[in-house]
């Protein structure tokens, strides 16, 4: 009932977005009636629809507008965000409402309504910010604490939260909030795992179980098409490791105490140096399945300090070939905890940082 319509108010920013995008909504958009929730203006385009800024009973939100093609992904997206216990972690996504209706052109179209940030994502934060040690640990921390929660099988009294794979783990589907603390989002291709049981056999979503995510953060198994899908959490929890691993990378590259007398260089995404902004899947395959590359790390990460030595070691366990070898996200989460306590500066070898330092994962 809050939703008797909507329309694009203005459209002041452009940032992200051409010309024709932003004419392209405004046209599609512009002959709504309007009701209690407002569409102010387009913040961004998702795989599976557009965001918009918007208002709600005075409530600043953000509006996400699937188009009937999509549908799917809309409701796929909201189950996830409505599963119990989901909201009440601090490294989710706010998910306020729903809702379905006819567009004039007599489309149906489906709306999720979530809490607004303000800085939009942690790719766009990062390539406009430079961030200290602290900082960027804490905003690691944060995705990993996420998806490590999302991860794991939870039972509280009545409520049940299956595990969950999120399947598309970007530094776009993480959200961050004024204080910079982070959320994950774009549950668009998320799924309920069930431990030791096949991803639904016969099912006519199974084809895409290995074909989903964005090209750039796909791992080896899913670009070499040697996923198990026998048993689906064994399968599908080390593809989100291995986009966390590149998302570490990103996020580091554009640490400041981590570049000492040098300039920070620009935000790159995972592979942008090597393929550019639009690689293909053909690309990508024979880089990381083939080549088993990785990103490369900065010559500033040689230096001997005992964070970058552990940050590094982090990164290539979650992006190790063997998808059975990666890291869990219990265990990154463990490793980012540890990291945050380092003085980017600490010489490798001090000795007595180890001694010091009972009960850690690295020491011996
Ligand atoms: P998709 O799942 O279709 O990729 P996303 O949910 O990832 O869509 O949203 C696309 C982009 O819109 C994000 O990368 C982000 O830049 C922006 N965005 C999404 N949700 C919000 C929000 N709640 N607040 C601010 N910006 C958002
Ligand atoms: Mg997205
Ligand atoms: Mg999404």
């Not at 599976?48 to 992904?73: D, E, H, T, W």
């Not at 995705?143 to 939870?154: D, I, N, P, Q």
């Not at 935000?267 to 088993?292: S, T």
Request: proline share 4%; hydrophobic share 35%; charged share 25%.
């Amino acid at each position: 009932a809050l939703f008797l319509g909507y329309r694009v108010m203005k459209r002041r920013e452009k940032r992200r977005l051409s010309a024709a995008d932003v004419m392209e909504a405004a046209n599609a958009e512009a002959a709504r009636d309007v009701g209690s929730l407002e569409l102010l203006e387009l913040i961004g385009r998702g795989r599976y629809g557009s965001v918009f800024r918007g208002c709600l009973n005075g409530q600043r939100v953000a509006v996400k507008v699937f188009s009937s093609a999509n549908r799917k992904k809309f409701l796929s997206e909201r189950s996830m965000y409505r599963l119990p216990l989901l909201q009440q972690h601090h490294n989710i996504a706010r998910f306020l409402t729903s809702e379905e209706k006819m567009s004039t052109d007599g489309h149906r179209e489906s709306l999720i309504v979530m809490e607004f940030y303000p800085h939009g994502c942690l790719s766009e934060y990062l390539s406009l910010h430079t961030v200290d040690w602290l900082t960027c640990c804490r905003m690691t921390h944060d995705v990993t604490k996420g998806l490590s929660f999302l991860h794991t099988e939870l039972r509280r009294g009545e409520l049940y939260k299956p595990a969950v794979a999120h399947r598309d783990l970007t530094s776009r589907n993480v959200l961050v909030r004024p204080d910079l603390s982070c959320v994950l989002a774009g549950f668009g291709a998320s799924m309920k795992l069930t431990s030791n049981k096949p991803c639904h056999p016969g099912d006519n979503d199974s084809m895409a179980i290995s074909e989903v995510g964005t090209v750039r953060y796909m791992s080896p198994e899913v670009l070499g098409r040697g996923l198990n899908l026998k048993d689906c959490e064994l399968a599908l929890k080390p593809v989100d490791i291995y986009a966390l691993g590149l998302l570490y990378w990103e996020s580091f590259r554009r640490c400041s105490d981590l570049f000492p007398g040098e300039t920070v260089p620009q935000y790159q995404l995972a592979f942008q140096e090597e393929l550019g902004n639009h690689p293909r899947f053909e690309d990508i395959q024979v880089l990381v399945v083939r080549d088993k590359r990785r990103p490369r790390f900065p010559e500033a990460w040689k230096r001997n300090s005992l964070a970058v030595w552990s940050l590094k070691e982090t990164m290539e366990e979650c992006w190790e070939q063997d998808s059975e070898a990666r890291l869990t996200a219990q265990c990154a989460e463990q490793r980012l905890a540890e990291v945050t306590l380092l003085s980017p500066h600490t010489k490798l070898d001090d000795h007595s940082w180890r001694s010091s330092q009972p009960g850690s994962v690295y020491s011996e």
